[in-house]
T-cell receptor, first 110, second 114 residues
Framework: DADVTQTPRNRITKTGKRIMLECSQTKGHDRMYWYRQDPGLGLRLIYYSFDVKDINKGEISDGYSVSRQAQAKFSLSLESAIPNQTALYFC?????????FGPGTRLTVL | AQSVSQHNHHVILSEAASLELGCNYSYGGTVNLFWYVQYPGQHLQLLLKYFSGDPLVKGIKGFEAEFIKSKFSFNLRKPSVQWSDTAEYFCAVNKGSNTGKLIFGQGTTLQVKP
């Protein structure tokens, strides 16, 4: 969905490096989410935010942090990347109709 | 543990065959149910959703799903698949009246042979 954008789209980094993934939305939604997708595991929720002052851990938050800089921006950080964080990362927003996903960021940690 | 299970991990069909993908969840109480599709190299798109009312839900591209509360199931169906339906399909559930905190199934890869 072009209304939810993610940068970068692809990133290769080394173990121990700090990485930030950005998400922006023009939908005007208060609720935003970060998921990771791994083969055979579906999507798992890392963090979610119901408004700028509300940040919550999802089911797999260890090793990650987030920042909700504004209603439209929700960033995911890996403070010290490790190889098992290699995955496809999706940002999403939601309203009463459902969740809307960004195009994804493919992250490889060597 | 509360979970969403998709029984078929990889399905191969010929064009015009009928499709049914299973989805079961283990939550009690009120749930909202979704099916998402991910075409190769693309992001997830909503196929259909169930919040309340008629348990037979019709979505985009000829897909439908039936909510059977007694079986905790929300199976996805399509009478006649096309090659363009080749994709990964995800069932998802969230509890209550909001659309936050989706719990996803493992996904089913559908390959349609021309």
């Amino acid at each position: 969905d072009a209304d939810v954008t993610q940068t970068p789209r692809n990133r290769i980094t080394k173990t121990g490096k700090r990485i930030m993934l950005e998400c922006s939305q023009t939908k005007g939604h208060d609720r935003m989410y970060w998921y990771r997708q791994d083969p055979g595991l579906g999507l798992r929720l890392i963090y979610y935010s119901f408004d700028v002052k509300d940040i919550n851990k999802g089911e797999i938050s260890d090793g990650y942090s987030v920042s909700r800089q504004a209603q439209a921006k929700f960033s995911l950080s890996l403070e010290s990347a490790i190889p098992n964080q290699t995955a496809l990362y999706f940002c999403a927003t939601s309203d009463s109709r459902g969740q809307f996903f960004g195009p994804g960021t493919r992250l490889t940690v060597l | 543990a509360q979970s969403v299970s998709q029984h078929n991990h990889h399905v191969i069909l010929s064009e015009a065959a009928s499709l049914e993908l299973g989805c079961n969840y283990s939550y009690g109480g009120t749930v909202n149910l979704f099916w998402y599709v991910q075409y190769p190299g693309q992001h997830l798109q909503l196929l259909l959703k169930y919040f309340s009312g008629d348990p037979l839900v019709k979505g985009i591209k000829g897909f439908e799903a039936e909510f059977i509360k007694s079986k905790f199931s929300f199976n996805l169906r399509k009478p006649s698949v096309q090659w363009s339906d080749t994709a990964e399909y995800f069932c998802a559930v969230n509890k209550g009246s909001n659309t936050g905190k989706l719990i996803f199934g493992q996904g089913t890869t559908l390959q349609v042979k021309p």
